[in-house]
T-cell receptor, first 116, second 117 residues
Framework: GAVVSQHPSRVICKSGTSVKIECRSL??????MFWYRQFPKQSLMLMAT?????????EQGVEKDKFLINHASLTLSTLTVTSAHPEDSSFYIC????????????FGPGTRLTVT | AQKVTQAQTEISVVEKEDVTLDCVYE???????LFWYKQPPSGELVFLIR??????QNEISGRYSWNFQKSTSSFNFTITASQVVDSAVYFC??????????????FGKGTKLSVKP
């Protein structure tokens, strides 16, 4: 099956710094990638949808200037958490949708961000 | 508005018991997809099944089975003869196929299943 990787798997950073998370589709091209956030013991919530070569679409309540998304190629999307604060500590999961498919999408293993 | 409801927050069973996880969804689309995912403590989502709205056939895969009932907007998941390794959080999700949707998933709140030996 299609494989999606995320890097790093875990990151601890200090408050005020920025962190970049990479999401890669390893064996297929993804025209659309999604970024979800999951707080402890809660469900996954969609943060934004990114399409290759265009600006990301953010869900209501998600600050686009804080969560910068770049989808520069068909196999890579990045999420940068700028000026991170402890309340940004969460599990971030990306998924990639195969172009032109019937909504088949594949999830990365997730990145656990802890802001101290 | 689209919504997925998993009313059971936590379920605890003893090994070898059968257990059913409930999922009720809401959508105005006539074409949509329903999913079940397993999330073990490691956090990685494990895909279990995808069902489109036009296929109401029940599915069985080993100890897992799914019951899709459009009349009640439900997509329930049953594990037969549960095992300790089944312990995880299980998410039901919906993806709409309307023109404005790009296929993102709407997740239920999840059901935490604990299977005790």
């Amino acid at each position: 099956g299609a494989v999606v990787s995320q890097h790093p798997s875990r990151v601890i950073c200090k408050s005020g710094t920025s962190v970049k998370i990479e999401c890669r589709s390893l064996d297929f091209q993804a025209t659309t990638m999604f970024w979800y956030r999951q707080f402890p013991k809660q469900s996954l919530m969609l943060m934004a949808t990114s399409n290759e070569g265009s600006k990301a679409t953010y869900e209501q309540g998600v600050e686009k200037d804080k969560f910068l998304i770049n989808h520069a190629s068909l196999t890579l999307s990045t999420l940068t958490v700028t000026s991170a604060h402890p309340e940004d500590s969460s599990f971030y999961i990306c998924s990639a949708r195969v172009g032109g498919s019937s909504y088949e999408q594949y999830f990365g293993p997730g990145t656990r961000l802890t802001v101290t | 508005a689209q919504k997925v409801t998993q009313a059971q927050t936590e379920i605890s069973v003893v090994e070898k018991e059968d257990v059913t996880l409930d999922c009720v969804y809401e959508t105005r689309d006539t074409t949509y997809y329903l999913f079940w995912y397993k999330q073990p403590p490691s956090g990685e989502l494990v895909f279990l099944i995808r069902r489109n709205s036009f296929d109401e056939q029940n599915e069985i895969s080993g100890r897992y089975s799914w019951n899709f009932q459009k009349s009640t907007s439900s997509f329930n998941f049953t594990i037969t003869a549960s095992q300790v390794v089944d312990s995880a959080v299980y998410f039901c999700a919906l993806s709409e196929a309307s023109g404005g949707s790009q296929g993102n998933l709407i997740f239920g709140k999840g059901t935490k299943l604990s299977v005790k030996p």
